[in-house]
């Protein structure tokens, strides 16, 4: 494997590695089963680790709000965007 630093770039492996790692919320119900919180679309099966928090979920929010928020990403996640509205930062 390559040094870290300037001028470094992972393998086309090493990459594709690092973008399979996500952390996903989701809400664990009384019978154990998961329900993740936005929608995920891996190549093939993956493992995965679950980490059950002591706290209760959020209140529960709009199913129409999760189902927009990444066609609304691909509008807002653009630079014309950040320079837009950059004098507010």
């Not at 679950?50 to 990403?73: D, H």
């Amino acid at each position: 494997m390559g040094q870290c630093g300037a001028g470094w770039t992972p393998n086309g492996a090493l990459a594709e590695y690092f973008q399979m790692i996500k952390t996903v919320e989701a809400v664990i119900d009384e019978q154990g089963n998961v329900r993740l919180l936005e929608p995920i679309h891996p190549r093939t099966a993956r493992r995965a680790l679950v980490t059950i928090l002591e706290e209760s979920p959020a209140e529960k929010v709009s199913e129409t709000a999760l189902l927009s928020e990444a066609a609304l990403a691909e509008d807002w996640n653009r630079p014309e965007e950040d320079e837009a509205w950059s004098h507010l930062q």
